[in-house]
């Protein structure tokens, strides 16, 4: 494997780079470098070097499918490249073009979304989502009044992050810890995350924890907004595949000697929120219903739904 791909995906593996935006820029960056440094071959070669890359950096991490879509969209169309010239300048072309869309649709999300945060309001958080803290920022930077509680997020405690990011953008904002989602839920009005996957019947896969906030915004009738870009939609779903929930080291939880060794530890990484709980779906096409996913997912993959 390649110095660029197996940095890649080192990195993601062990979340250098994470967030499911981040790992998908990451994936489709390291298919175009590989490309770009690429020493001139057969095509065939080529072709059979970048899939290997590509399954490479999809094995890093099983969850967010936006990976999946970041590094499938940057080979889209290689199988009918004829020459090394023409195969390796699609990849580099598909790469940079998802990256640049990618970025772009984080943007327009956080305009989009800042619309539904009103002066005064007091939103809860979940875990580091760059889409989710950027509708949060831009609300701010508009001139609302507003408040923030974001959780811890155990055991990487990606909540830290989100203050610190969040502080520094001049918003009152208070860390709470994942078991007082449900005694702060009453002094919440929205409740805004992000995504690592949606489902095509509109399910959320999220920061395990996320459908605890879900479930305790419904029973405190809060709203709860999901920011997702579209390349968070699953195709997969579509096709009857379930997505793999990560499951990670116990080392993340507890130190060595903390527990009795025939002590197990379940460390799941995501979780899923049923579409019933969800009441938006902010994405860079518009806010949409968890029902419309399934739409969005058809018109995306367009002639390709029937190959
Ligand atoms: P953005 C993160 O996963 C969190 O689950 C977060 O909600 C999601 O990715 C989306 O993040 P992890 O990599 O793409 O921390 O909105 O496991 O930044």
């Known amino acids: 494997m390649s110095d660029v791909i197996a940095e890649t995906v080192a990195a993601i593996s062990d979340m250098r780079i994470r967030g499911a935006g981040r790992i998908a820029r990451a994936g489709a960056t390291a298919l175009k470098e590989y490309s770009e440094m690429h020493a001139k071959c057969n095509p065939k070669e080529f072709k059979d070097d970048i899939i ?3 399954d490479a950096i999809l094995a890093s991490r099983p969850t967010a499918v936006s990976l999946w879509n970041g590094v499938n969209s940057s080979i889209r169309g290689l199988d009918k490249t004829t020459t090394f010239e023409e195969a390796r300048d699609l990849v ?3 790469a940079a073009y998802f990256v640049k869309m990618s970025s772009e649709a984080v943007g327009t999300i956080a305009k989009i979304g800042a619309k539904r945060i009103k002066d005064g309001d007091i939103i809860m958080t979940h875990c580091n989502s760059s889409a989710a803290i950027g509708a949060i920022k831009e609300a701010r930077a508009q001139g609302k009044d507003i408040r923030v509680y974001a959780t811890e997020s155990r055991p990487w405690r990606q909540g830290i992050l989100t203050v610190n990011d969040l502080s520094k953008a001049g918003v009152d904002t208070t860390l709470i810890i994942d ?3 449900r005694t ?3 002094k919440t009005d929205k409740v805004f995350v992000g995504a690592d996957t949606i489902a095509s019947n509109g399910a959320l896969i999220n920061k395990v924890g996320t459908s ?3 479930l305790c915004a419904h029973e405190a009738r809060v709203s709860f907004n999901v920011c997702a870009e579209t390349y968070k939609f699953s195709p997969l779903t579509l096709f009857g595949d379930t997505v793999t929930i990560e499951e990670r080291e116990i080392d993340e939880v507890v130190k060595s000697g903390e527990i009795p ?3 197990k530890v379940f460390n799941p990484v995501f979780d ?3 579409p019933g709980y969800i009441d938006a779906i902010i994405t860079e096409l518009g ?3 968890p029902g419309s996913v399934y739409d969005v997912l058809v018109r995306q993959l367009g002639e390709d739904i029937f190959n």
């Open 287 to 289: 806010i949409m219903s």
């Open 179 to 181: 078991s007082a989602v």
């Open 184 to 186: 702060v839920m009453r």
């Open 52 to 54: 290997r890359a590509k």
């Open 261 to 263: 060794a025939d002590v």
């Open 92 to 94: 580099v072309t598909n």
């Open 212 to 214: 605890q906030l879900a």
């Open 272 to 274: 899923t929120t049923p």
